[in-house]
């Protein structure tokens, strides 16, 4: 029996639902809004006859007027003194860090508009994430207070200074103790400036926290091996990945860097050299490194636990206890077969997992031990300092607080109120406490608790420096003076310290000239330039476990009994939201998340069958309520791989107090956390109840369709081995094509990119890469909702299965090529199991700069043409938004300008004030309503590197131009440059076996080829 793969992007899309193949079939939802632009022009809505042509001209003028002059006339005031490093249309690049991650910030006329990865750091950060990526949009942020905020009225520093010290001494007087509360601090110059307030004020003590906490994998360390930190994994060292829901390409400890590790051993030049790691996952809810695993287990929260000891006895042959997984053949056979393979890779294998159970990483690290990971793929000797909190430490000082012994807290970059888990004990013993001082920039839910708010600079504004990894230290520097009477939290903390140095530039350049600069031999100038160091690393020293998991078990045992008992809630970080501190970024709300494709919100996903069994369908309101008697109402989403008896809900929602932008978008689930053990738990047990309330979420997805085409091509590891073209087509005879259009040369540039489907994860951070350096709007939820999304750049998530035997395989065609259509309730039953073993690939979909392009040929105005080096323009100025080029688009990438998002007061949540517009790149035209705009394969940067070797005097070199989407990539799927250069990356890339276009066969000839994705299920576990 022949097995035949259907791929498709949606429920909807596999369902055939009349209402998906009627919004596609009418592909532009809505009329243009011609009443709306004549009523903006004072003219009624009601024309007679005779006034036809007449208001036809004046609307065809108005819009074209209105392409032309998109942003409002300023009259602009030369310098009177130039800087000496300002050069008007010039930009200048600092270095900076952002949570660790060395960057490059871009400014220009003295404004930072985007963020580039330092190419000085290395293997630490290969592109940037998405938050690193948006967090430009902070800086220029209106929600932000203006002036610091005593006893909830401004003031000015002196007040505050005065004010804080006078409690200080009485503080100190009284005997009482004063805390510092902050999430983790990797910074080595923040740490000592603690330590020098701590001298001067003895009963002071630093409290870490993090809203997402690790605490679990420090204690376990500790209790292991004597050492209390994270390690540093090496996924780049292992052959063999096995994950027990660790999101460890998203969320986990550092998603960036361990992308740029795990795809060096998946992409074309891994391939290449005939090498592929292999990647098991194991989770609850389908997560970003789950869609990329080569072999994906569904399995229950309450399963993770046993499943670990059940591997553990596989590996070591022991028996103990609680190892059954009664209900999960596929768990349990899949495990069987990875122990082998563990074993057979000692010391180039590695398993990770995503609790914060001391005993499971306990068990976690037993494991490690026992298939030689230590030493190798995990290195305890050069550990991870992102992260250092301590849960018990910060439920110790809740019970301070209660109990009356606190007389001063300060708050550093935290928001307690808000992502505590006992929100209300920790606000009930605040309020006893009489000096409560937040450095938070604006009234958040913990600051408008406090009495003082000393507002922070942004990163941006900053001195800093920051210490990831042992021996990796980055600098952060300032690109611009503070934009409101901010000041660092540092400086202030130093100044009511009544230290030696008051300004904080002057103390982080002490820092590092005493205690890091001689060992690595560098200046401070050095460091100013280069912006990142490492020093040598310490050998990686090999670990054995010899502790007794007598204890450790039947701890994981009950764990797993309490969950079982209903229906089982993860809560986690997503990509876009992550913990909720940057919930203001209009950017990231807008970022789909990468599995669901929602913006704008959070929801409770659950698996086909059990919302099926439980009576919900998709987007039904329902009620969620935990044994705490925490509740909260949110839609259901159905999410194809989600274990049944299961449900998942992103934390980083609900914010009441943050912005325009973010209040009030979803809901906050962190009170579902649970503190048990000294440590935080992101699993509990919730009821669900039906509101009889329905909510359509803000989804991107299934907003257009491929109606079937075979667009997403893969195969085997060994198939890749035995063929290297397999898959892709191009072992296949090509049929004869015809063409309409002439030939022609291009004798300068032939600009193309090449995609790698392999080392792409689908994160995201392209996305907001391409929406800052593009300048391209946001347009909110209600407008996602009407399939107005203005994203140049898309990554389509496609769901697949193997769908047994020629005659399902004829069913699966429907209406439409490939809606599966169920003629019986058994097979629709059997389709439901298959939606639990869903198989995921990501695939970014931009303008495909075709040569043989449709949409050119269609535009009446001449508004997108075809330049001589390969690109297909849109000239703004022309365009008159008849929308042919969009209907005529097979690939679906021209967005229509519905409104003018920059200053239409619906749009109140991202640029529509003169302030955050400063954010714009200068470089790049801001598009007023009614016109068509796409990827224009960032044609500014393409001059500028021009330019640039033009003034050099030399050749164009590759890799002198980088597209912002490429640049922003950690994994290196996207690589752009000149294709008449026989030698750059791109014309190699698009050499390869793999290669292959979409939608080849309608011969259009885009410009964009895609490798084919190839997956290591050489033994792969079916059900």
């Known amino acids: 029996m022949e097995s035949n793969k259907k791929y498709w992007k949606g429920l909807e899309e596999y369902k055939n639902t009349p209402d998906f193949v009627e919004n596609n079939k009418n592909e532009f939802a809505e009329p243009l809004p011609i009443e709306d632009v004549l009523n903006e022009a004072g003219l009624s809505t009601v024309t007679p006859r005779r006034d036809f042509l007449k208001a036809l001209g004046f609307g065809l003028g108005a819009v074209t007027l209105a392409a032309c002059q998109t942003a409002p006339v300023h009259k602009s005031i030369p310098y009177l003194v130039k800087p000496e490093e300002v050069v008007p249309g010039i930009p200048n690049y600092y270095v900076s860090s952002f949570n660790g991650q060395s960057v490059l910030v871009k400014t220009r006329e003295g404004r930072p508009i985007k963020i580039e990865p330092n190419p000085n750091a290395g293997a630490f950060n290969r592109g940037t994430d998405a938050q690193a990526q948006a967090s430009v949009l902070d800086l220029y942020d209106v929600s932000k207070l203006k002036a610091p905020v005593l006893k909830d009225a401004e003031t000015n520093w002196a007040e505050i200074d005065k004010f804080v010290q006078a409690e200080l001494n009485k503080a100190q007087a009284s005997g009482k103790k004063i805390r510092i509360v902050s999430s983790s601090v990797s910074s080595p110059s923040t740490k000592a400036v603690v330590a020098d307030f701590t001298t001067a004020y003895p009963t002071t003590k630093h409290v870490q926290y993090d809203a997402v906490s690790y605490t679990g994998i420090i204690k376990a360390n500790e209790n292991s091996f004597g050492k209390a930190v994270i390690p540093k994994y090496n996924f780049d060292k292992a052959d063999l990945i096995v994950s027990f829901g660790a999101d460890f390409l998203g969320t986990w400890i550092s998603g960036e860097e361990f992308t740029a590790q795990y795809v060096s051993n998946r992409d074309h030049k891994s391939l290449k050299a005939g090498k592929m790691s292999r990647h098991f996952q194991f989770e609850a809810g389908m997560s970003l490194t789950g869609t990329n695993a080569d072999t994906r287990v569904p399995v229950k929260l309450s399963e993770e636990g046993p499943a670990l000891i059940a591997l553990y006895n596989a590996i070591t042959g022991n028996a103990l206890a609680g190892a059954a997984l009664p209900n999960n053949v596929t768990a349990d056979k899949a495990l069987k077969l990875i122990a082998k393979e563990l074993l057979q890779n000692k010391g180039k294998s590695l398993v990770v997992s995503g609790s914060n159970d001391v005993s499971t990483q306990i068990l976690v690290n037993a494991i490690n031990s026992a298939i030689g990971s230590y030493g190798t793929t995990i290195d305890l000797d050069n550990p991870c300092k992102r992260y250092a909190g301590n849960d018990a430490e910060f439920a110790e000082f809740i019970n301070e607080m209660s109990r009356g012994e606190v007389a001063a807290v300060f708050f550093l970059d935290t928001n307690p109120a808000y992502d505590v888990a006992n929100a209300k004990g920790f606000t009930d013993g605040l309020a006893k406490v009489d000096l409560k001082v937040s450095f938070s920039d604006r009234r958040d839910e913990t600051s408008t608790l406090c009495n003082v708010i000393a507002i922070n600079n942004n990163y941006l504004e900053s001195w800093g420096d920051a210490n990831a990894y042992e021996g990796y230290y980055s600098i952060v520097q300032p690109t611009i003076n503070p934009v409101f009477n901010s000041r660092q939290a540092e400086e202030s903390l130093l100044i009511w310290s009544n230290g030696p140095v008051k300004e904080y530039y002057q103390y982080v350049r002490n820092n590092w000239e005493k205690s890091i600069l001689p060992a690595l031999g560098k200046t401070w100038q050095d460091v100013l330039q280069k912006g990142v160091f490492a020093s040598a690393l310490k050998p990686a020293g090999t670990y054995t476990f010899g502790l007794s998991l007598t204890a450790v078990i039947p701890s994981i045992i009950n764990n797993s009994k309490a969950l079982a008992k209903d229906i089982e809630l993860q809560v986690y970080e997503s990509i876009p939201m992550r913990d909720g501190k940057h919930a203001n970024n209009a950017f990231l709300q807008e970022l789909p998340d990468p599995v669901s494709k929602v913006t704008w919100d959070n929801y409770i996903a659950l698996a086909p069958k059990f919302a099926k069994e439980l ?406 576990v079916q059900a």
């Open 615 to 1020: 009576g919900f369908k998709e987007f039904d309101i329902v009620s969620i309520k935990d044994d705490k008697g925490y509740e909260i109402e949110l839609p259901v989403l159905i999410q194809p791989g989600q274990a049944q008896g299961t449900a998942s809900i992103a934390l980083g929602y609900g914010r009441t107090k943050v912005g325009k932008a973010g209040d009030n978008v979803g809901k906050n689930a962190y009170p579902f956390v649970s503190f048990t053990n000294g440590t935080s738990k992101y699993a509990t047990t919730v009821k669900l109840t039906g509101t009889g309330k329905t909510e359509e979420l803000a989804q991107t997805q299934t907003h257009h369709s491929f109606e079937g085409r075979n667009i997403i091509r893969e195969a085997t590891f060994t198939e890749y081995k035995k063929n290297p073209a397999a898959g892709s087509g191009n072992d296949h005879a090509k049929h004869k094509t015809y063409d309409l259009w002439d030939k022609f040369e291009k004798p300068g540039n032939n600009w193309v990119m090449a995609i790698d489907l392999n080392a792409c994860t689908g994160c995201g951070s392209c996305i907001v890469a391409c929406n800052v350096e593009n300048n391209i709007p946001v347009v909110g939820k209600d407008e996602v909702r009407r399939r107005r999304e203005m994203h140049w750049l898309r990554i389509d998530r496609y769901y697949s299965f193997n769908v047994e035997g020629e005659s399902h395989a004829e069913e699966a065609h429907g209406a439409h090529g490939n809606g599966i259509n169920s003629v019986s309730k058994e097979k629709e039953i059997a389709h439901l199991d298959n939606l639990d073993n869903v198989s995921v690939v990501h695939q970014p979909m931009l303008c495909q700069h075709c040569d043989h392009a449709p949409c050119e040929t269609v535009c009446p105005v001449l508004a997108t043409v075809h330049s001589s080096d390969g690109l297909n323009h849109m000239a703004y100025n022309r365009c008159v938004g008849t929308r042919y080029c969009a209907n005529n688009c097979p690939y679906k990438v021209r967005r229509f300008n519905w409104f003018n998002y920059w200053n239409d007061s619906r749009f109140d949540n991202y640029l529509n004030n003169e302030f955050t517009q400063l954010v714009l790149n200068p470089d790049v035209t801001t598009r007023s309503r009614g016109v068509m705009e796409k990827c224009s394969m960032c044609i500014q940067r393409i001059q500028a590197g021009k330019l640039q070797a033009k003034i050099e005097k030399r050749p164009l070199k590759d890799g002198d131009i980088k597209m912002a989407c490429q640049q922003a990539c950690s994994a290196n799927a996207i690589i752009f440059g000149d294709g008449n250069d026989p030698d750059s990356e791109v014309s190699k890339a698009l050499r390869s076996e793999r290669i292959y276009y979409v939608l080849e066969e309608i011969n259009v000839q885009p410009g964009i080829g895609y490798m084919t994705k190839i997956r290591n299920t050489d033994t792969t």
